[in-house]
């Protein structure tokens, strides 16, 4: 029951955001979507290496602040460790989104392929390409 509320909650997240945009990959022009592309890439290593400093690093204030790193390893060690190894990112959607605080954000909805399973990693990146959140299913 808990993953169909989560598949749900994902796919009207989707739904809002591309209606909200207007189209698909309605990205302000402060973004250029191969850089969004690669920065979720590399930000999914930084996960599958369980380095989760890297990704405190990157962020913004709000979400350096957000996590101590004992509890991203707390919240994202199972993951990783159920999973097993990565195969690849078996999808990607990108989108552009204005926030309440009337910024410009990159949506990045990725699902990767594991030996023992998926993961959807739903990562948004603000206007200074820092990462603004950082979810997994």
Known sequence: MKKILCFIGTI???VMTAA???SKNDLADCFNEETVRA???KAIAHFNDKNYQALIDEGNTVFIDSLSLDQWQET???YVDKAGSFESI???VIAG???NDGRDYAVAIAVAKYSDGK???SIVFDD???LAQFFIK
């Open 12 to 14: 009207l997240f989707i």
């Open 76 to 78: 994202c060690d199972p």
């Open 39 to 41: 920065e979720t890439e």
């Open 90 to 92: 078996d999808s990607m």
């Open 128 to 130: 200074e390409m820092k």
């Open 119 to 121: 993961i959807q990693f």
């Open 97 to 99: 989104q204005k926030g």
């Open 20 to 22: 909200g945009c207007g």
